[in-house]
């Protein structure tokens, strides 16, 4: 089942490529990894405005995170032409937008990470790190970057 | 020397491999790099909760560096099979749990890099980023991320 | 145009070697990548203390970032000899101490993307990721951190 079946059977369209708002671009190759720049979470096309553990709910934050996910994928896909040369989600970083009080970063993470691991199978089971930011560009609640690793 | 008797000289026993608490894995590898998500501090087998600046002397920070740093030897081990395998840390990044006013990350991430290159020597001397996070998953006062070249 | 002759062009001579403040090493090579440890914003050889949203400008935080990516090229012609080898800048990391309500990290790290594609043109165009951290070493205002190819 291609990456594309995946995508259809779980009713997910991708946007395209997700063009940075500063001076720099979406994604670098170097050898066979692609380093995916931080994409900051959105809906309806402007930034997802919140903080956890204040505006945003751990179940909002976790749907933040794979939207977040999806575009990182629409940009992927823009880049390589072609998800299936995918061969491994090699490492993800979720930074949420959090108060000092909030501790459930990486519940939201799993939003991301699910997605991923729903999609791609076991060329998506990623290493990770997630935390709390004190703030996120635009004021977005999550921020997702990656290292990929294409065939 | 070997990893393993520097580590019985500074009387340290690695636990076993840190299971991911969420839809992630431990270690992703690619070529000769492999990438260690990121490990909460932990006490007793629970978080190690706090922050610095607060909760948390810079000392226990240091600490709980250190106790983590152990936790991912613990989980390359277990991958790895073998430690003597490992020819650099290449990166490590800390994140330290801090309130707006904490600025020592430096030197509680010190407790984390001292330990590496007591045990790998030259090898364990290691690129770093250290700095605050407004909150780390469970409440964890430390989280450490790496990246491990092996031969 | 060498980059030296364009930094001579900007007006920009390069410190040397920024020496870690703690127990790591500013530079760690694996195959062709350089990862360069956070460097902590300066001004006049002393931490540039200060948090955005706060006690720092979007602009002073922006010129703090371009600052900062010098004494990264600083340390990066320390480490190479010649700079002209780097082939290029893969990723940056841009980490602004912020306040829970500054929003402009993207404006603030420019400061460095900007410069850096000043400097080395096509081989500048880096991912990158930007965010607030809590706080940051010494209480300084900007970190980078950076992987960089080399020929």
Same mark, same amino acid.
């Given at each position: 089942?291609?990456?594309?079946? #995946?995508? #259809?059977?779980?009713?997910?369209?991708?946007?395209?490529?997700? =063009?940075? &708002?500063?001076?720099?671009?979406?994604?670098? !190759?170097?050898?066979?990894?692609? $380093?995916?720049?931080?994409?900051?979470?959105?809906?309806?096309? *402007? &930034?997802?405005?919140?903080?956890?553990?204040? *505006?945003?709910?751990?179940?909002?934050? #976790?749907?933040?995170? !794979?939207?977040? =996910?999806?575009?990182?994928?629409? *940009?992927?896909?823009?880049?390589?032409?072609?998800?299936?040369?995918?061969?491994?989600?090699? #490492?993800?970083?979720?930074?949420?937008?959090?108060?000092?009080? $909030? *501790?459930?970063?990486?519940?939201?993470?799993?939003?991301?990470?699910? $997605?991923?691991?729903?999609? $791609?199978?076991?060329?998506?089971?990623?290493? !990770?790190?997630?935390?709390?930011?004190?703030?996120? &560009?635009?004021?977005?609640?999550?921020?997702?970057?990656?290292?990929?690793?294409?065939?």
């Amino acid at each position: 089942m291609s990456v594309y079946d #995946k995508l #259809k059977a779980l009713d997910v369209s991708l946007p395209g490529m997700t =063009a940075p &708002p500063a001076a720099f671009v979406p994604v670098v !190759r170097t050898g066979d990894l692609l $380093f995916v720049s931080g994409h900051i979470a959105r809906k309806e096309g *402007t &930034p997802w405005v919140g903080q956890l553990g204040s *505006t945003v709910s751990t179940d909002s934050g #976790k749907e933040a995170a !794979r939207r977040t =996910a999806i575009d990182l994928l629409g *940009t992927l896909h823009a880049v390589t032409d072609d998800l299936d040369t995918i061969k491994q989600i090699v #490492k993800v970083v979720v930074l949420v937008n959090s108060t000092p009080g $909030f *501790t459930e970063q990486h519940v939201v993470a799993n939003g991301a990470s699910e $997605f991923l691991q729903e999609v $791609f199978g076991a060329a998506g089971a990623h290493a !990770r790190s997630a935390f709390g930011a004190a703030q996120i &560009p635009f004021g977005s609640c999550v921020e997702i970057e990656a290292i990929v690793q294409v065939r």
